[in-house]
């Protein structure tokens, strides 16, 4: 366990569930106006409203946790010696936010002592908020929720994406779709990872890997997905950290399949 008790997690749950809906309810306000775009690489986008709703969320956290650090995707990152560590994605999904499609999330972990204890994503367009604390029950809304129980890979839908260097590095994951093309019964590619863990987490897909990924990314939905039974490694099997760079999660009853499925050449 973090150390921490269960009324502590609960406590920084009950912040951060309200901030998530606020920063989401900013974020589809905005949702198909007029947005000003610019780049931090080829074809990856970083929009006003990201740096509007990553602000909003800094803020709320500095004035109500004195001396907490945070990390977040566009830029924020006040890590120093403290225990705690705000890890949040303001808007994961911003190329499908940019071109109007409707799935991006706003995700907001909490780290103690090296360790996710609590972790909330909140998807505005469906109204759909996924949250756990270390040692809870998942939820979505005020409703538990559990992995699937599909014990196949050629019947399981698994989900992934990727990187933004897709097309300059070798390692692209696209060697790895393709295989798991030929064993899994589909392959969904919605663009957002914290959503795709948090569909996991609530059996709407049976498995997920990607590479690259970055804490923002996935703080919040690992915890979620391990909360609501699921298992979440790196691709080769090792334990992950939200500081490793590739993941593999599933429902646990495939996470062995698809790893063989990823090793062979």
């Not at 080829?42 to 409203?49: E, G, Q």
């Not at 907001?108 to 002592?113: A, D, M, V």
């Not at 990187?163 to 392959?187: C, E, H, P, V, W």
């Not at 609530?202 to 590479?211: S, T």
């Amino acid at each position: 366990m973090s150390g921490l008790a269960s009324r502590q997690i609960e406590h920084y749950l009950a912040f951060m569930r309200p901030l998530a809906h606020q920063a989401g309810t900013l974020l589809k306000k905005a949702f198909n106006t007029r947005l000003e775009i610019t780049y931090k690489g080829r074809i990856n986008p970083v929009t006003d409203v990201d740096l509007r709703a990553e602000k909003l969320i800094t803020n709320a956290i500095t004035r109500r946790f004195k001396g907490h650090a945070v990390l977040g995707e566009e830029g924020s990152d006040s890590r120093g010696e403290s225990e705690f560590v705000w890890v949040i994605d303001p808007l994961d999904g911003t190329v499908n936010y940019a071109h109007g499609f409707p799935v991006y999330c706003v995700s907001i972990g909490l780290e103690y002592r090296k360790q996710i204890v609590a972790g909330v994503v909140y998807d505005p367009e469906r109204d759909e908020m996924f949250w756990s604390g270390l040692g809870m029950p998942a939820h979505l809304n005020k409703q538990r929720i559990t992995v699937s129980g599909e014990t196949r890979l050629e019947r399981s839908l698994l989900a992934t994406g990727f990187a933004y260097d897709i097309g300059t590095s070798r390692r692209n994951n696209l060697g790895y779709f393709a295989r798991m093309a030929k064993r899994a019964q589909g392959i969904r590619r919605p663009g957002s990872a914290a959503i795709d863990l948090c569909w996991l987490a609530a059996g709407r897909i049976d498995g997920f890997w990607e590479l690259k990924l970055h804490p923002w990314d996935t703080a919040a939905a690992s915890l979620i997905v391990r909360q609501a039974g699921g298992k979440a490694t790196r691709v080769d099997g090792s334990s992950y950290s939200i500081f490793d760079p590739d993941l593999l999660a599933s429902n646990g009853r495939i996470h062995a399949a698809i790893m063989r499925a990823l090793k062979r050449k």
